[in-house]
């Protein structure tokens, strides 16, 4: 999914990314890894979010994690270029 986003309809490199329910963080450091220049992870579970920032190691400068019910945020247009 990251190499078609990358590849196909150039959404990740340079791009400021959010990963709505981040889980253990593969897609974002998948993403990080892809040339993002920013990651904006959210999760409701706190457990989910220990496990992300834990498997993160040294991307940490690009992935910044928010514990969120998604279903309450509100994106602005124009916050983010790829969710």
Do not use: F
């Not at 457990?47 to 940490?60: I, Y």
């Not at 998604?70 to 270029?81: A, E, N, W």
């Amino acid at each position: 999914m990251i190499h078609a986003a990358a590849n196909q309809y150039d959404d990740i490199e340079g791009k400021s990314i959010a990963d709505l329910g981040i889980g253990c963080g593969v897609l974002s450091i998948g993403c990080c890894l892809m040339g993002a220049s920013s990651i904006l992870g959210c999760d409701i579970d706190s457990d989910a979010l220990r496990q992300a920032n834990s498997n993160m190691n040294d991307l940490n400068d690009t992935i910044d994690l928010v514990q969120i019910d998604v279903s309450q945020m509100k994106i602005r247009h124009g916050l983010v270029d790829t969710v």
